[in-house]
């Protein structure tokens, strides 16, 4: 069975730092493109950043590019996301994500992290 | 990034059929097509169907999806209590390198 968890979510000021991690289960890993989504507070969903199997590709939405960072450790079957210079807008739940290996659709996400960017 | 078009709600009658509209281009839905997602309040996302349209294991066949150039669409037949959800439409655009969402639709079975 496929299992995602994420962690690190929490109250953040603006301007601050996060990182938040996904672990994965059930599946190979290494074998998929993973992503995070997120959805702020009665708003619609979001993707935010996807990495290749390898790690050789990232993609961001415009508005965390420079900001924030995915990353991930096969070894572990750990990914990450680090987010720099939060903003109020930024305040979501954050989901993680995998990307079927066949038609790239994202097929399993995890329950979600909050993140509160807040003074 | 500009998204998907979908209509904010749709009402239907408890065993009607509904169906569900996602506009966007050639570079997004025109292009590969359109996965769809199921939502319960407090819940994460649920794939419902691949952007080849078939549906993943464990999906009712009361969902069907398919496209017609730049739209993609989802039928669900025999209305029931559960599928009042809200449903949103992701494509990948080649040319914005990036997913895409559609705003979502609110099912509402009445």
């Known amino acids: 069975e496929v299992q995602l968890v994420e962690s690190g979510g929490g109250l953040v000021q603006p301007g601050g730092s996060l990182r938040l991690s996904c672990a994965a289960s059930g599946f190979t890993f290494s074998t998929n493109w993973m992503r995070w989504d997120r959805q702020a507070p009665g708003k619609g969903l979001e993707w935010v950043a996807n990495?290749?199997?390898?790690?050789?590709?990232?993609y961001y939405v415009d508005s965390v590019k420079g900001r924030f960072t995915i990353s991930r450790d096969n070894a572990k079957n750990l990914m990450y996301l680090q987010m720099n210079s939060l903003r109020v807008e930024d305040t979501a739940v954050y989901y993680c994500?995998?990307?079927?290996?066949?038609?790239?659709?994202?097929?399993?996400w995890g329950q979600g992290t909050l993140v509160t960017v807040s003074s | 990034q500009a998204g998907l078009t979908q209509p904010p709600s749709v009402s239907k009658g408890l065993r009607q059929t509904a169906t569900l509209t996602c506009t966007g281009n050639s570079n997004n839905v025109g292009h590969q097509g359109a996965a769809w997602l199921q939502q319960h309040q407090g819940h994460p996302p649920k794939l419902l169907s691949y952007r080849n349209n078939n549906r993943p294991s464990g999906i009712s066949e009361r969902l069907s999806a398919s496209r017609s150039g730049n739209t993609a669409s989802l039928t669900i037949t025999g209305l029931q209590p559960e599928d009042e959800a809200d449903y949103y439409c992701?494509?990948?655009?080649?040319?914005?390198?990036?997913?895409?969402f559609g705003g979502g639709t609110r099912l509402t079975v009445l």
């Open positions: 992701s494509a990948w655009d080649s040319s914005l390198s990036a997913w895409l």
């Open positions: 990495i290749k199997q390898d790690g050789s590709e990232k």
């Open positions: 994500g995998r990307e079927d290996y066949y038609d790239g659709s994202p097929d399993y």
